[in-house]
């Protein structure tokens, strides 16, 4: 199981949403090869895990979402390991980009280098009011590995990506609010209750228009917009033939609430 003989991750289910703690305390959480291994196996697991409606990623402590890479490793990478690193948590980002349920960032603390990247890697992203956010690589003399580059320049624009990048700053809750880099921030006490309600709102909707939602915004911000365009009209022309969208149909014109079976 994906769940069990995990070191590094903690995860916990509750109303239909997986709770996804990284937990490393004694390095804020820093993601070793194990570590981003371990997410991997999680997130692989709830894909058809039908008990599981949305994820919340987060971070154990009161300090830290994750304070980056785990930087002894780092500092022995050799140019061909070096890569094969970069690529697999490349991969494993993208399965959490791709995944086909919500999953919601809860930033509680520091999310700094491979932090900030698997927040970038969530759908939404919630912080805490002490959040502090940013890319430091090339402070290390590196740049980020795990997507930072390609998914901070799609969300903010080359510009401000390049100034957060090339200057390695971190940046406070607000101010990644005011960016549009985190959807919304909220005092430290409420950060998890504010995920799980707005994971529990998006579970309450039809769980095959959430996917196709997912896979529309995905792939089509990679295609033209024509393209895009087609994409979204064929996964829209998809869903008349769901049983989902007969039950929200039904349910509406009932003046009920709708019981989606996410068929
Ligand atoms: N990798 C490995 N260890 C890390 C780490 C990382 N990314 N981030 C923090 N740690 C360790 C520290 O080395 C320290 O270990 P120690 O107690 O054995 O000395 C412990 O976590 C606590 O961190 P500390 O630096 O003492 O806390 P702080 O409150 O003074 O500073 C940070 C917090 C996040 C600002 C600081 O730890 C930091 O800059 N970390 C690195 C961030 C980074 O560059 N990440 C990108 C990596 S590519």
């Not at 995860?11 to 820093?30: C, F, G, M, S, Y």
């Amino acid at each position: 199981m994906g769940y069990e003989n995990l070191e590094n991750v903690r995860t916990e289910t509750r109303d239909q949403i997986l709770i996804v703690t990284i937990d490393r305390p004694k390095v804020l959480n820093a993601l070793n090869a194990q570590t981003v291994e371990e997410i991997g196996r999680v997130f692989a697991e709830a894909r058809g895990d039908e008990a599981v409606r949305a994820v919340i990623v987060t971070g154990g402590g009161e300090k830290a979402f994750v304070a980056g890479a785990d930087i002894n490793e780092l500092a022995r990478q050799s140019p061909i390991s070096g890569k094969e690193t970069s690529e697999r948590g490349q991969f494993i980002f993208s399965q959490i980009e791709r995944f086909p349920k919500p999953v919601i960032a809860a930033i509680n603390g520091f999310a700094l280098g491979g932090g900030c990247e698997l927040a970038l890697a969530c759908h939404i992203r919630i912080a805490s009011e002490k959040a502090q956010i940013g890319l430091p690589e090339v402070s290390l003399g590196i740049i980020p590995g795990y997507g930072g580059t390609q998914r901070m320049a799609r969300l903010l624009g080359k510009g401000k990506a390049l100034e957060l990048i090339c200057t390695g700053d971190r940046i406070g809750a607000l101010e990644a609010e005011k960016i549009g880099l985190v959807n919304k921030v909220v005092a430290p006490e409420a950060l998890l209750a504010t995920a799980e309600e707005m994971a529990k709102k998006i579970a309450s909707r039809s769980p095959v228009a959430v996917r196709a939602a997912i896979e529309a915004v995905n792939v089509g911000s990679e295609m033209g917009f024509e393209e895009g365009q087609f994409l979204e009209a064929t996964l829209f022309g998809l869903l008349c033939a769901s049983e989902d969208m007969k039950e929200g149909m039904a349910a509406f014109l009932e003046k009920r609430p709708a019981k989606f079976p996410g068929k």
